[in-house]
């Protein structure tokens, strides 16, 4: 079992950086695969971005490759996304997800633990 708990999101311009954090419990942290997905109202969750459980085969979807990139410190047992060059179209909920798995999966369904969410809002 695991809890996330995400923080950093706010209000940006457009052009403009936030970095979020997702904190995790549990003394298995570095066995998981970290993900991060996004939601607007009236819209289905949507991928991010995922990495490993040793930090390495980070995976972006497109809209994010290039102003974003996902870290972790399994010491912290913590995952970041820092998203630069922000766009109003990157408004949402952002959720952090967990999986015990050595695979980086890319889906919703493919995730077992959430948390609540963090919200960014970037205005034009």
């Known amino acids: 079992q695991v809890q996330l708990v995400e923080s950093g999101g706010g209000l940006v311009q457009a052009g403009g950086s936030l970095r979020l954090s997702c904190a995790a419990s549990?003394?298995?942290?570095?066995?998981?695969?970290m993900g991060w997905f996004r939601q607007t109202p009236g819209k289905e969750r949507e991928f991010v971005a995922a990495?490993?459980?040793?930090?390495?085969?980070?995976y972006y979807a497109d809209s994010v490759k290039g102003r974003f990139t996902i870290s972790r410190d399994n010491a912290k047992n913590t995952v970041y996304l820092q998203m630069n060059s922000l766009k109003p179209e990157d408004t949402a909920v952002y959720y952090c997800?967990?999986?015990?798995?050595?695979?980086?999966?890319?889906?919703?369904?493919?995730?077992?633990?959430w948390g609540q969410g963090t919200q960014v809002t970037v205005s034009s």
């Open positions: 549990g003394r298995t942290f570095s066995a998981y695969t």
């Open positions: 997800a967990a999986r015990p798995s050595i695979i980086v999966p890319t889906t919703i369904s493919d995730y077992d633990y």
């Open positions: 990495i490993s459980w040793s930090g390495g085969r980070p």
